[in-house]
């Protein structure tokens, strides 16, 4: 079964950057699509963006638009979250997943990393 | 976009006790339905997809109903276990979306 283990988080000031890992296990990582989901201290679940496997094709909501890039390299197993121009509320703790077949359901997610973003 | 609303945000049962929690999306989303449980500081976990297909290794208890805009995540007889948030999340157009959560708490 695939395992999906977050890094990067950290403190950054507003308007800072991260790039947030997410590495899988296993053979087949570029067979299927992977998301980001965030979930705010104290709040419910946030989707921040989704790609497909091959990386061809991305998507993003709304809030982190022109801001997050997510990308992938299947060579190393590796899907990446880059954040730019961070906000406070931005401030959350950041799951990747992988999606089930096509579905767009979330039926593996990593531990978590968190990103606080403040001054 | 489309804007998912669960409901209660809040229930208080008993074990053994039939659970039922509401989701309503803005707009029809046919199928394209996922329901998640998650506990404090853990990673939610995926029960329920295409509105009534139960993920490999959950209890027969949970189910899931509906289709268009209105669904249903029923927990037939409630254990112990099943004390924690659960979400529904559309997954049929992007960008995708959760509710806001449905908290079941012990009675």
């Known amino acids: 079964e695939v395992q999906l283990l977050e890094s990067g988080g950290g403190l950054v000031q507003p308007g800072g950057s991260l790039r947030l890992s997410c590495a899988a296990s296993g053979s087949t990582f570029s067979s299927y699509d992977m998301s980001w989901a965030r979930q705010a201290p104290g709040k419910g679940l946030e989707w921040v963006s989704a790609?497909?496997?091959?990386?061809?094709?991305?998507y993003y909501a709304d809030s982190v638009k022109g801001r997050f890039t997510i990308s992938r390299d299947n060579s190393k197993n590796t899907l990446y979250l880059q954040m730019n121009s961070l906000r406070a509320e931005d401030t959350a703790v950041y799951y990747c997943?992988?999606?089930?077949?096509?579905?767009?359901?979330?039926?593996?997610w990593g531990q978590g990393t968190t990103v606080t973003v403040s001054s | 976009d489309i804007q998912m609303t669960q409901s209660p945000s809040s229930v208080s049962a008993s074990v053994g006790d039939r659970v039922t929690i509401t989701c309503r999306a803005s707009?029809?989303?046919?199928?394209?339905l996922a329901w998640y449980q998650q506990k404090p500081g853990k990673a939610p976990k995926l029960l329920i997809y295409a509105a009534s297909s139960l993920h490999s290794g959950v209890p027969s208890r949970f189910s899931g109903s509906g289709s268009g805009t209105d669904f249903t995540l029923t927990i037939s007889s409630l254990q112990p276990e099943d004390f924690a948030t659960y979400y529904c999340q559309q997954t049929n157009s992007f960008p995708l979306a959760f509710g806001g959560g449905t908290k079941v708490e012990i009675k």
């Open positions: 997943a992988k999606v089930l077949l096509t579905t767009w359901g979330l039926d593996v």
């Open positions: 707009q029809g989303i046919n199928s394209w």
């Open positions: 790609i497909s496997g091959s990386g061809g094709s991305t």
